[in-house]
């Protein structure tokens, strides 16, 4: 079984700063693209910020100059270093992965997996 366990969500002052976790656990055999997306009351959910497994970064223009994300490819973890929070950045956080794991002996992969989210709160 692999689990995305994310953590850092709660309640911020706007102007205010948050770091989310998210750490792949079980039989992982690989983690290509890992990222975040959010979800507010009454909207879609949207992409926040991606990763690759070579670093490569894309963010949303909503995001850009206020959050970074990173990964620790030996932890099969990724951050999400928000700062500046505005009161339109409140969603529900979840952490995303295309990855591969070992189902029985069998290498599956799995390009959408996700947590089961982290609430983010920015009161003004």
């Known amino acids: 079984q692999v689990h995305l366990v994310e953590s850092g969500g709660g309640l911020v002052q706007a102007g205010g700063s948050l770091r989310l976790s998210c750490a792949a656990t079980?039989?992982?055999?690989?983690?290509?693209?890992m990222g975040w997306y959010r979800q507010a009351p009454g909207k879609q959910r949207e992409l926040v910020a991606t990763?690759?497994?070579?670093?490569?970064?894309n963010y949303a223009d909503s995001v850009k100059g206020r959050f970074t994300i990173s990964r620790d490819n030996a932890k099969n973890t990724v951050y999400l270093q928000m700062n500046s929070l505005k009161p339109e950045d409140t969603a529900v956080y979840y952490c995303?992965?295309?990855?591969?794991?070992?189902?029985?002996?069998?290498?599956?992969?799995?390009?959408?997996?996700w947590g089961q989210g982290t609430q983010v709160t920015v009161s003004s």
């Open positions: 990763i690759t497994s070579g670093a490569t970064t």
């Open positions: 079980g039989r992982i055999f690989s983690i290509r693209t």
């Open positions: 995303n992965a295309d990855l591969t794991y070992w189902r029985g002996s069998s290498p599956t992969r799995v390009n959408d997996y």
